[in-house]
Structures are given as C-alpha cells and as structure tokens.
C-alpha cells in the first residue's frame, strides 16, 4: 500500500472573517466548502482549494477562539503551497509585500524556487515552485491571474524533538522513503517521500531537542491528511495500523470524505483520507461554498447549527 501525496492541511483561525478574505482575495484560492466542524458545530471548517476542489489542494480552517499558537517542536511549522515556475514566485512577492503581508525574499532551497510568508494570524506558508509538473485547475473567479494561481499542496514542515521515532512511523509503518537531506535556515531537513515522490508528496523534517514544546492556538496547525486513493487501501491502512498496535480513531465518514486518525510518538495528529466522494457530492462543481453545507447526518440540526454561526462574508 502506497500514499499517494498530502491530501489536506487543516489549521486554526480565531478570525474566520480575515481569515476568508486572506485566503480568497489575497491569495485567490477559492472557498470550495463551508460547513462546520463535525466534532463542534459551533465553529466553522473552511476548505480552500483549486477550481475543480482537487484532493491534495485543500488548506483548510477550524474557527475556534483560541489564544496564539505558542511555536515550539512536536508541531506543524510550515504549509507549503505550490506555484510553477520563477515567474509566479516575483508576481507573489511583489503582490504580498504590496498588501503588507510578512514576506521573505524569493530563495533557493532544497533546488526549487521559494517564498516565504505569513498570514495575518501568524499561520507559517512558504511558496514552493513545482516547475508546473501535473494538472492544474485554475478557479475563473481568483483575482489572481490563471498562470500564477496555487496549484496545491506541499512540501509541509514538520519539527519534532525526536526523529528517529517520526522516522519509524513514517518508513516502518506509512510506508514513505527517506529521500534525501538538506540544510536551510540554520535547519538540517530529512525528507520523507510518498508515492511518486515530489513537492506535493513529500514530508520535511526537522530534529529540534532544545525547543519549547509548540502549545496549539490561532495561527498553527492542527493536522495533516495524506492521500490513500480507494476504499480498499483505506480499510487496509485501519487494519495495518491495528495490526502494528498503533492506537487510532477508528474510520470516520466525513461524507466528503473518509477519515483516520493516528497520532506519530512526537504527538502530531495524522489523518489518511480517502480522494473521494469530494466535495460536488451535494453542491454544484459550480456554486460549492456558496452556502453553508451539513452533511446528511447534521442537516436536521441546520436551524440549530446556522443559528450558533456568525456570519463571515
């Protein structure tokens, strides 16, 4: 069984109303879903993505009133999010550092062009030219131009006090290859490579023994999803890690979506996910976050749920 890439990043946001505006006006993804948190109806989940709402395009938000993300290791430091080509990466430089964005200048690292940036909670991005390797699915409404928009996920940074443990679970159970090592930011970065390999399919890790333990709030990252691409390797991911005593969640139906939970021995919360049924299952390809969709399990509660939401438009 093989992972085939990222399928979503899922982080926090105390200000879902900048949040959307950050997300679909600055960086011209388009709001693919709206609908709330399975496990706390009181707070919105936001999935941004591609045009088409591909798997492995999805960076997505939890609306909670929490405190800052307190940095530290044991957590998800960086998004990456993938553009083609040096062109885009100057276009987005120039675009971010025009809106007042927390903004690097254009580097090379791990021999791809990249950008480093910030949203205005804090929430750690970075710009990673892919070369335009895949399909892309521009979304006709962005305000950004066709050839500059984010194609999708990856490479995603994680930074963890012990790597050999990460180590064990990334290549002894998910199956992921060591690929190789590079030094960036006063940082030395193992990489984990899954499926077909590149950008959109690669975990970068950090040893850091000395930090602070990261405290979760607004501004970090609350799990990463990896891309497992049918049902049958899906029930086959529950039973390997049932079979390797792995303590999980137990598959969840998200109904966009099938879902597991893990978390790796430095504590970071893993997800596999399945590619489908997506996100058109009950919305239009044309019209989906328009509204506020439930999935069939909430919809009797809609009254309920729509009252508990603020409006963020």
Do not use: C
Not at 39 to 65: E, Q
Not at 255 to 265: A, G, H, V
């Amino acid at each position: 069984m093989q992972l085939t890439g990222i399928h979503h990043l899922t982080a926090i946001s105390a200000k879902p109303r900048e949040n959307l505006a950050f997300y679909t006006g600055l960086l011209g993804m388009r709001l693919v879903k709206k609908t709330v948190n399975q496990d706390d109806v009181s707070a919105y989940h936001l999935f941004y993505a591609d045009g088409k709402a591909n798997p492995g395009t999805d960076l997505t938000f939890f609306d909670f009133p929490a405190a800052p993300e307190r940095r530290g290791a044991n957590s998800i430091s960086r998004t990456g999010l993938r553009v083609a080509g040096e062109p885009s990466l100057g276009y987005w430089r120039d675009r971010l550092k025009q809106a007042g964005a927390d903004t690097s200048d254009v580097l090379e690292v791990d021999g791809r062009l990249t950008l480093l940036f910030e949203d205005g909670e804090g929430q750690r991005l970075v710009l990673v030219d892919d070369g335009g390797e895949g399909t892309a699915a521009p979304w006709e409404r962005s305000a950004v131009p066709a050839e500059h928009q984010i194609r999708g996920l990856g490479p995603i940074v994680l930074t963890v006090r012990d790597l050999a443990a990460i180590e064990q679970v990334l290549v002894g159970t998910m199956n992921m290859r060591r690929a190789r090592d590079y030094a960036a930011h006063g940082a030395h970065v193992h990489v984990f490579a899954m499926g077909g390999g590149g950008p959109a399919a690669e975990l970068h890790v950090i040893e850091d023994k000395d930090s602070p333990m990261a405290r979760q709030g607004a501004g970090g990252v609350h799990h990463v999803a990896f891309r497992t691409p049918d049902e049958a390797q899906y029930h086959g991911w529950t039973q390997r890690l049932s079979e390797l005593g792995i303590r999980h969640s137990g598959e969840i139906d998200r109904f966009y979506f099938r879902s597991l939970y893990f978390r790796e021995p430095n504590g970071i919360l893993f997800e596999i996910a399945t590619d489908g049924p997506g996100f058109a299952t009950d919305e239009p390809m044309a019209s989906l976050g328009e509204k506020l969709a439930l999935p069939p399990f909430l919809e009797p509660r809609r009254t309920e749920i729509e009252a508990g939401l603020k409006p963020i438009e």
